[in-house]
Nanobody
Framework: QVQLVESGGGLVQPGGSLRLSCVAS????????MAWYRQAPGKQRELVAI???????TYADSVKGRFTISREYDKNMVYLQMNSLSPEDTAVYYC??????????????WGRGTEVTVSS
């Protein structure tokens, strides 16, 4: 079993910054990629950013130039630095990872989410 735990969400004013963190733990042999998704009220969950094992990153057009995804490989952690936040960034942010486990092979895992609210 693999657990993903997010932290760092909260209330921030427009134009502010937040840094989200996610740590993966459990039956991990290797991590193929780590990503951040978000789901705003009444909307579908969408990909925000992804970082693959080799370090290549991809961002949603709506966050390019404002958000940065990074990893600490030895700690199984992924971060999302969010700058110039706007009310449109308000959502629950979920950590996602494709993990090769020792006992069950490759699986797709999700955290429970951390809420980000951008409001004055």
């Amino acid at each position: 079993q693999v657990q993903l735990v997010e932290s760092g969400g909260g209330l921030v004013q427009p134009g502010g910054s937040l840094r989200l963190s996610c740590v993966a733990s459990g039956d991990i042999m290797s991590i193929k990629n780590m990503a951040w998704y978000r789901q705003a009220p009444g909307k579908q969950r969408e990909l925000v950013a992804i970082i693959v094992a080799g370090g290549m990153t991809t961002y949603a057009d709506s966050v390019k130039g404002r958000f940065t995804i990074s990893r600490e490989y030895d700690k199984n952690m992924v971060y999302l630095q969010m700058n110039s936040l706007s009310p449109e960034d308000t959502a629950v942010y979920y950590c996602n990872s494709i993990v090769r486990t020792v006992s069950r092979g490759i699986g797709n895992y999700w955290g429970r989410g951390t809420e980000v609210t951008v409001s004055s």
